[in-house]
DNA sequence: GGTCAAGGCCAA
DNA sequence: TTGGCCTTGACC
């Protein structure tokens, strides 16, 4: 992952760059951008732009264009409405709660960061990877194989090997792709053509463990995706000339979620702004967050009732317990925001704290523009709203430490070659190794 | 009483 | 016109 030496706390003004000082008209502003937007509105200025309408806003240019200036201040989330017409001083405004909620997040987000960042550093100091390494499976009433855990350490010639022979780089692919057509196209080269039109899917289908089907059965209206995973499935039994093991199955639909994750996140909105190497540098850093969110998901909408569980273990078996239930508290936290399953997943996709972001301002901006939606929408549903804010905000951190276990896990499997070959979510663990 | 986001003031 | 600093006052 791209983590970079030292986190910068000092904020940023989103409109010119210079040094914040505190929360101005709805977002955090410098002083000066402050009283600019102040001045405009207040005096009901209007101004022209003699170029293109497209000038640069930075600290050294801001004066030359006051038309953009005020454009960027509206871009960026500065509300004319927190500029008060009767002119009263002091006091607080209806942002309030929102600032309160926007600090508390960032607070989170910096302990993500340091706790992400104390991890990698405790992954580098130890010896062999089996010292700690956690398990993710996904299980109905079943007890995980002891077998399963990690007996090989990383640096033996058979993991170096695969990792000489790394498959080819979807990165680029995904950078020449332009629309949702040509990544559905990708996604096909990647897993292969599937040739279910022509053929029952009960009767030519390898066999597949009941866990896998239900799973399947889990989401009925995603016929595509069904599809898509019995194609790979037949795919893998073909290549392997025997029947996918269940760790097998587990991965490539794991794989082909991503594959659909990375679809919805390219068509929507905000996301499909920005430049293709901003959404990979995105989408490399939380497409493990958002994958358990899209399995936990699934599980709270389509199978709550003795269906799969995703249990999280650490390598101590009898450990897992406490794990576990936060994990349900997860599921049947989610259960009660199932609407907005999809306003948290555009949070997870912005949260990501990406460095070297080409347009890291937009980004930020999206971010204040994704938390105030789901702050309404909470505030809209529920007389406890502020509560189950809070409280996603809480889960949210829970969520990160579920992916880090689950990506350690699979990257353990990626590592030792016991994962099906040529898909995304390989992809995404080489570049995983390649970070780290 | 402290905090902090409003508006106001004024030198450059 | 700008932008740094000051004053104000609701909220905690």
Not at 68 to 91: I, P, S, T, Y
Not at 100 to 105: F, G, N, V
Not at 233 to 250: D, G, I, K, N, Y
Not at 404 to 424: M, Q, R, T, W
């Amino acid at each position: 992952m791209n983590f970079p030496c030292e986190v910068d706390l000092q904020e940023q003004c989103p409109v010119c760059g210079d040094k914040v000082s505190g929360y101005h008209y709805g977002i955090l502003t410098c002083e000066s951008c402050k009283g600019f937007f102040k001045r405009t509105v207040q005096n009901n200025k209007t101004y022209v732009c003699v170029e293109n309408q497209q000038c640069k806003i930075d600290t050294s240019k801001r004066k030359r264009c006051p038309f953009c200036r005020f454009q960027k201040c509206l871009n960026v989330g500065m509300r004319l409405e927190a500029v008060r017409a009767d002119r009263m001083r002091g006091g607080r405004n209806k942002f309030g709660p929102m600032y309160k909620h926007d600090r508390a997040l960032k607070q989170q987000k910096k302990a993500l960061i340091q706790a992400r960042r104390l991890r990698i550093e405790s992954n580098q100091k130890d010896v062999t990877f089996t010292s700690n390494i956690h398990s993710i499976a996904i299980l109905h009433n079943t007890k995980l194989n002891p077998n399963q855990l990690p007996s090989q350490p990383c640096n033996s010639p058979a993991v170096l090997q695969h990792q000489i022979t790394s498959p080819t780089n979807w990165a680029m692919k995904l950078e020449n792709c332009s629309n949702s057509v040509e990544l559905a196209a990708l996604a096909e080269a990647i897993i292969g053509p599937h040739h279910t039109s022509s053929r029952s899917i009960s009767t030519q289908s390898p066999r597949i463990p009941q866990l896998e089907i239900e799973f399947l059965h889990c989401d009925p209206h995603d016929l595509q995706l069904q599809k898509n995973i019995f194609s790979c499935l037949q795919q893998e039994q073909a290549c392997r000339h025997r029947e996918p093991s269940t760790f097998s199955s587990v991965y490539v639909m794991a794989d082909q979620l991503l594959c659909s994750i990375v679809e919805w996140a390219r068509t929507s909105i905000f996301f499909k702004e920005l430049k293709v190497s901003d959404q990979m540098k995105l989408l490399h850093s939380c497409w493990s967050e958002l994958l358990v969110l899209e399995i936990i998901s699934r599980q709270v909408l389509y199978g709550t009732d003795g269906g799969l569980l995703l249990i999280i273990t650490d390598t101590e078996m009898y450990l897992f317990s406490g794990t576990t239930l936060s994990c349900v508290q997860v599921s049947y936290t989610l259960n009660s925001f199932n609407k907005s399953l999809k306003i948290v997943s555009q949070i997870v996709l912005f949260l990501s704290d990406v460095k070297e972001l080409e347009e890291h301002r937009f980004v930020e901006s999206v971010q204040q523009q994704v938390e105030g939606a789901l702050l309404k929408y909470t505030l809209a549903s529920s007389s406890q709203s502020c509560n189950r804010f809070t409280c996603l905000q809480l889960y949210l951190s829970e969520l990160h430490s579920l992916s880090i276990l689950a990506e350690d896990y699979l990257y353990y499997k990626h590592l030792s070659g016991e994962v099906p070959c040529n898909n995304l979510l390989n992809e995404m663990l080489h570049a995983k190794c390649c970070w780290t």
